[in-house]
Structure formats: C-alpha cells, structure tokens
C-alpha cells in the first residue's frame, strides 16, 4: 500500500511540475469544449489479436459515427498493467476527452484513484464492477454465469464418446493470467458447470503469467492433454494460439470464452460463449452522449437479458456437436434465463 501511495503522490507532483493539475481549466459536468463531446478509448493492451477491444472499439466508433459532432480517440496502453494508472492519469489530465471508455477489472480502481485528481472526468468502464463513485460507470458481465456454460459444455464434452474424448473425465481452464474475477468467478462457475454434469470431473487449471506467450500456452497445453484433459478453455489473450496448436496436434478441443471463433480452428473450437460487447460499448456511449449515462451505478449483464451467450447455432458447432449434446445446452441455457438455476457474481 505504501508503494502504491508513492507512485500516485510521483503521477500528482509530475502532473504538478507540467501545470496540469493548478493551471488546466478544470471541464465542468454539462460543458463540452467547441460544443464537440470527445471520447477516449483506453485500450489496456492492444488491440490486434484482443476480439473483446476489438468489439469495445468497434461499438465506440459506430456510436461516434451516428451523431455529428462527435470525437474519439483510440489508445492503445501496453500489456505493462503498473503503466495504466500513469496512461489514464495523463489522459485525465488534458482535459480533452467528455468521456473515457475502457474495459478491464482492473480499470474501476484505477480510475477510481484518477478521479480524485479529476472529479469532473467521467469514465465508462466494461467487465469490472465499482459503485458509488458519481464519476464512474461500470457495466460488468457475470462471469459465474459465462464460465458455469462453459464449464456444462465441457463437462458433455469429456463425458461422451467423441473421438478426442477419453474416460478421464478431465478438462482444463488456461489463463493468462491470475486475477480477482479468475479465482472468484471464472474456476467456480466453471468447475459448477462441469459439475452439473458429473460430480466426478476434475479441472486441470494453468496459468501462462502473461498474454502473449504462446509457445509458454502451448507447452502447458501439451501437459495437459498428456494427463488426460481433452478440452481447455482458454483466456489467454494472444496466448490462445498455443492452446489451438497444440490441440490440433494431439487431436483435442479448444473452447473459447468471450467470442465466438469457430472458424479459426473449424474442427478444433468446438464451443464458445459470447458477449455482447460492442452492442454494450455502442449502446452504453449513445446514452454518454445523450446525458443520460447514471454515473455512480454499476450494471451486472446476465444471461436472461442477452448480453451472454452460447454459441450453439454456428455451422461449425452443429457440425461437430451431436444433437443430444446440443439439446442439453438448450435446456441449460433455458434454466439461466428462466431463474430456475440462479448464480450471483460475487462483489469484492
């Protein structure tokens, strides 16, 4: 803690030094410079080869395109995460931008920390998750309900008699990375899931320590098919390449989690679920735009109110998926959005 409070007193006496802080006209809640509303979007990492910036982007520049008078910057912040506070500082502090988007769990507290520096600055921030500052919204999707689909999908996977199935009864979660809603959302719904099906799987969990290695996602993949697991769900950012390759190698599965990508490794991703960010990012930035964003709420997006989805109606998916285990997701699917099954995020 006190290693963080003297990075952020270095970004404030920096921010002083450069007069951004004491000698920038501070944007008051309603004004907007040249009547112009102008939009950054942070992108913390990059965009190429990343579907969900990619879709944030995308749904930010079709809201931009719609309404005259409208700027947006695209930024793009570098898989180094102990610059993203410096970055949105920065960029909070020219005073240029109505409003910044981002998307990632760690942006709330980050931009939680800028705006105290930056009151009038408002952020709208996807797939995280703080409530009660007046300056920040958050749209979060429930990442419990994602990966629990994820998870009963697999779990069908390594009970059938598929040719790249065998009887351990194992599957895999590869992650770039461990973080909060990892260990909290996405290996509990996840494991639910595959439980739901059969008490007995077990899940091989790995993590690459980065998004981009994908021959460090590869290997980890090859040890876990070697032990038995014959479907990974991958969340590794660039690093999900390596999952693919070497299950095309040992004749595996690959499942994916925020896009659908059956035509990538036709054969190979068998499954996916989905989420509606660029639907989420264009929606959400109309509102912006209009003065009716509710700052200070965060929004959790769910299953029942179609903001996530299983990909069950992909050629590829029905190609490769026989039609009991097709049937069995429509029938989980159903049990989401009826109520009949109920999973909360948690909030930490």
Known sequence: MAVKSLYYSLIVMFLLTLGLVSCTKEKSDTENTNDIYSIAVFVPGVIAGSPTYEMMAEGAQRAVNEVDGREL?????????????????????????????STNPAMPAICNEVSKLFPNQKFFLLDGFLEGNKSIYTFRYNQVEQSFLNGYFAGLITSSKMDGANTDLKIGLIAG???????????????????????????D?????????????????MSMFNSGVDIILTIAGGANQGVITAAREMGKYVLMYDVSAYDDAPGIIIGSTEIKQERAAYEKIKLAIAGKMNFGTAEIATVKDGWISFDNKHPLYLKNISADINSRMEEIISELVSGKISLKMPVY
């Open 177 to 203: 990375q461990e973080y909060p809603d990892m260990v909290k959302a996405i290996l509990p719904g996840f494991t639910a899931g595959a439980e739901n099906v059969n008490s007995s799987i077990s899940v």
């Open 73 to 101: 910057k695209i930024i793009e912040g570098g898989y180094n995460q102990g610059e993203w506070l410096e970055k949105i500082t920065v960029l909070a502090s020219s005073n240029e931008y109505d409003l910044i988007v």
């Open 205 to 221: 969990f790995r993590i690459v320590g980065n998004w981009y290695d994908a021959e460090k996602a590869r290997s980890l993949s």
